[in-house]
């Protein structure tokens, strides 16, 4: 199994461009997550799922969007790329349920933003 | 949930223990105490989990007190390799909210 897949790795954009960032899981979980990581700091929530349909807000949401047509696929685009969203951005994902606990997380994708 | 307090960062001699504390004073009865860590900039990886008692598997042990406001994650003997940010997280076992990570624990293990 791959576990949960972020593409691309790298990426750098210009200001006001738009992109999506892909996160892949093969294991079958309910819940994904996006989180982004500033230089230095801990993981910050911008978006969740619960379940293919259904997304909600994090911490961090303001210019990010999130769906989730599958359960395998949770792409984070963003709308017009601004300086402050420089950053690593990981997914995440975790079984749903009474017993979901451990979580699994991609390796992350490293964007700038210039 | 709870939030939690560690230290910024701690040394290691490789092949000793590794006790890394954490406060979480407002942690509610049904909240468990979560450990993660991050090597270098890969993504966090699960280490270890409990709610009241102890804990061990293959990687580590949690030492939860009896009233539940701190723990500590020990890693029996340190390598180099486990050189990484530690964190502690307090959530809900069964709630679809999302892991809250705190700023972690800096570990370094030196030779």
């Known amino acids: 199994n791959a576990g949960v897949t972020q593409t691309p790795k790298f990426q750098v954009l210009k200001t006001g461009q738009s992109m999506t960032l892909q996160c892949a899981q093969d294991?079958?979980?309910?819940?994904m997550s996006w989180y982004r990581q500033d230089p230095g700091m801990g993981l910050r929530l911008i978006h969740y799922?619960?379940?293919?349909?259904?997304?909600d807000q994090g911490e961090v949401p303001n210019g990010y969007n999130v769906s989730r047509s599958t359960t395998e696929d949770f792409p984070l685009r963003l709308l017009s790329a601004a300086p402050s969203q420089t950053s690593v951005y990981f997914c995440?994902?975790?079984?749903?349920?009474?017993?979901?606990?451990?979580?699994?997380f991609g390796q992350g994708t490293r964007l700038t933003v210039v | 949930d709870a939030k939690t307090t560690q230290p910024p960062s701690m040394d290691c001699a490789e092949g000793r223990a590794a006790n890394l504390p954490c406060n979480h004073s407002?942690?509610?009865?049904?909240?468990?105490v979560y450990w993660y860590r991050q090597i270098h900039s890969q993504g966090p990886q699960y280490i270890i989990h409990?709610?009241?008692n102890n804990e061990t598997n293959e990687m580590a042990s949690l030492i939860i007190t009896e009233d539940r406001k701190s723990s500590t994650l020990i890693l029996p003997h340190a390598t180099l390799r486990d050189t990484a940010v530690y964190y502690c997280?307090?959530?809900?076992?069964?709630?679809?909210?999302?892991?809250?990570f705190g700023g972690g624990t800096r570990l370094m293990v030196k030779p």
């Open positions: 997280i307090v959530r809900v076992y069964n709630a679809g909210n999302m892991l809250t």
């Open positions: 995440a994902s975790r079984p749903g349920g009474a017993f979901g606990t451990e979580a699994f």
């Open positions: 409990g709610l009241k």
């Open positions: 407002t942690i509610s009865g049904n909240e468990y």
């Open positions: 799922s619960v379940g293919a349909g259904i997304t």
């Open positions: 294991m079958n979980h309910e819940y």
